[in-house]
């Protein structure tokens, strides 16, 4: 069993930086796969980036150069560093664990407004 919590999110302003973190539990962490997911009102769930065991990354075309995830083994914690946000950018933002996804955060929110 994996359990994830997001935290991090918040307002911020077009433009602007924040950094989302996502701390799992469990000894196995090292093993999976993991990545952002989103989910904006009336519209359905994608994915934002993933980074495997290795630190191999993908990034959906929306927010390649501007966001960077990463991954702390060591403190089973990965991060969404998000510059640049767009009002788009908007979302529920959930952590997730394997590929395809078997573990899932509660989420936190993210809005980009001025």
């Known amino acids: 069993q994996v359990q994830l919590v997001e935290s991090g999110g918040g307002l911020v302003q077009p433009g602007g930086s924040l950094r989302l973190s996502c701390a799992a539990s469990g000894s196995f962490f090292a093993i999976y796969n993991m990545g952002w997911y989103r989910q904006a009102p009336g519209k359905q769930r994608e994915l934002v980036a993933t980074i495997n065991r290795g630190g191999s990354t993908n990034y959906a075309d929306s927010v390649k150069g501007r966001f960077t995830i990463s991954r702390d083994n060591a403190k089973n914690t990965i991060f969404l560093q998000m510059n640049s946000p767009k009002p788009e950018d908007t979302a529920v933002y959930y952590c997730?664990?394997?590929?395809?996804?078997?573990?899932w955060g509660q989420g936190t929110q993210v809005t980009v407004s001025s």
């Open positions: 997730t664990a394997g590929f395809p996804p078997g573990y």
